[in-house]
């Protein structure tokens, strides 16, 4: 990257692919990646990252089913899509030869896919993104009112929000599966790591057939969030027998964890 050219945080790098970049630094990041070709190589390669968390039609459908059950109301649910928010033109990002995987300023390099070191700090802003949707659905169907309104907050990125509203929810329904699940998924996304360990905990306790796995994955974020890398490896230990995509996901993750002990 020369001299002259704008450099980048990883925050701001994932922040920009989340749609959630301010619009004064959205645009100026969209030039920047139209006149270098190092950032769009490295730009490329997050979004390839982060659409490889676990998630797969089976996945989905499984989940889907289990909240018919575990909501009632809710008969008519439709699986959610996962669709990844791209703001930038891929067409334009072929046409760059960076090989590069990502070059953050500061004088560090993560290299995702050549077996560099991160920090713990890196290592969860690569790996950690909000679940989808799977409780509200796309085209009008009955929802709790309670519940529609956290799941508005989720998917607009007001976390602090969501947290708060899923709490509300938690105080008369204290096991209900789904609720604990998006509670800590925003309890981490807030920067709130305690309160998802909380919540994630007391879901790893009910031993959900279908959410055990997703809850275990975000268990650890939440660790890997609050800076304890020792507890976040023992759980993702605990996910290296998954049949599911999470198994290796969390091998992957471990294998970078070793790197920076």
């Known amino acids: 990257m020369a001299n002259n050219e704008v450099q980048y945080s990883l925050a701001e790098m994932k922040a920009y692919l989340q749609g959630e970049l301010p619009a004064a630094k959205l645009q100026e990041m969209e030039a920047s990646l139209l006149t270098d070709p190092l950032l769009a190589g490295a730009m490329e390669a997050l979004e390839e990252s982060l659409d490889s968390q676990p998630r797969d039609t089976a996945e989905l459908e499984a989940l889907t089913a289990s909240f018919r059950h575990a909501i009632p109301g809710n008969a008519n649910i439709e699986k959610a899509k996962s669709a990844s928010v791209r703001r930038f033109n891929t067409s334009q990002l072929l046409r760059y030869a960076a090989v590069a995987i990502l070059l953050i300023t500061g004088g560090w390099f993560i290299w995702q896919n050549l077996g560099g070191q991160a920090s713990s700090e890196e290592l969860f802003a690569m790996n950690f993104s909000p679940y989808e949707d799977v409780i509200t659905a796309r085209s009008g169907e009955e929802t709790d009112a309670l519940l529609k309104e956290a799941m508005r907050y989720y998917n607009a990125s007001i976390y602090p929000q ?12 204290p096991e209900q599966p789904f609720v604990l699940l998006y509670a800590g998924i925003s309890g981490i996304a807030a920067n709130q790591p305690a309160k998802a360990l909380d919540y994630l905990t007391r879901l790893n306790e009910l031993k959900h057939p279908v959410l055990q796995d997703i ?3 975000y268990t650890a974020m939440a660790h890997l969030k609050n800076g304890d890398q020792a507890n976040a490896k023992d759980v993702l230990n605990g996910l290296l027998t998954s049949k599911t995509a999470y198994g290796e996901q969390a091998k992957q993750l471990l294998e970078r964890l070793q790197n920076i002990d």
């Open 162 to 173: 969501a947290l708060a509203t899923f709490e509300k929810i938690l105080v008369t329904d």
């Open 215 to 217: 809850s275990l994955w």
